[in-house]
């Protein structure tokens, strides 16, 4: 079936220093894909999105674009903030029998240090 | 804020109880997604209810059952409860019945003793 690989966490950097999480993606087709941000005490908040081969998805400052020959969604960003720590989630929209549905990878936490 | 409620926030009970956990959409959105996320199995997809009608089904036990009501708020009833059911349970709504774009809730913690 459909699934999400994330890097494993968790990931620590210094203010202001370059972040990559990678994501990897296995699927029937080209799926929609989604990267999900977790605060601490806080439900899932979409961060991006890409609905097909190209696209770039964008929104406070990460990027992430959708590879169809590498199946790969990786989000960057160029210079981190205290902020931006939190649980990161990449996800796919799967097609299953006629409805759709998310599916997440395990998620991968970052803290980002003053 | 999502807008999105749940409660309640925090739940602890024992092996074999049943508990309903309650989830009020956005204003105006029409479907409800439920999700368990456990430090095992991640977050899991459970079900889908759109407007009062099951829409989509993941990997939701038989023991579990959720419904939605007339004014679009939903319950997932969970029951013979067991130690594996300790997680996070989140609800999240959409307008429509696409997943693109859902807005999720704070959860609510179960505690199974």
């Known amino acids: 079936g459909d699934s999400v690989t994330q890097m494993e966490g968790p990931v620590t950097l210094s203010e202001e220093a370059f972040l990559t999480i990678n994501c990897t993606y296995t699927a029937t087709g080209y799926p929609s894909l989604f990267w999900y941000v977790q605060y601490p005490g806080e439900g899932l908040q979409l961060l991006l999105k890409?609905?097909?081969?190209?696209d770039k998805g964008s929104n406070k400052g990460f990027e992430a674009t959708y590879r169809k020959e590498t199946t790969s969604f990786h989000l960057e960003k160029g210079s981190v903030q205290v902020s931006d720590s939190a649980v990161y989630f990449c996800?796919?929209?799967?097609?299953?029998?006629?409805?759709?549905?998310?599916?997440f990878g395990k998620g991968t936490k970052l803290t980002v240090n003053p | 804020d999502s807008g999105v409620t749940q409660t309640p926030k925090h739940l602890i009970t024992a092996t074999g109880q049943r508990v309903t956990l309650r989830c009020s959409p956005r204003?105006?959105?029409?479907?409800v997604y439920w999700y368990q996320q456990s430090l095992d199995q991640g977050l899991q997809f459970l079900i889908q209810y759109y407007n009062g009608e099951e829409r989509a089904k993941g990997n939701i036990l038989e023991r579990f059952s959720a419904q939605q009501f007339p004014d679009l708020h939903s319950e997932l009833n969970l029951s013979s409860l067991e130690l594996g059911d300790s997680a996070l349970y989140f609800c999240?709504?959409?307008?429509?019945?696409?997943?693109?774009?859902?807005?999720f809730g704070p959860g609510t913690r179960l505690t199974v003793l």
């Open positions: 204003s105006g959105d029409l479907s």
């Open positions: 890409a609905t097909k081969a190209d």
């Open positions: 996800a796919l929209k799967a097609l299953q029998g006629g409805s759709e549905k998310l599916v």
């Open positions: 999240a709504s959409s307008p429509t019945g696409s997943t693109d774009t859902q807005y």
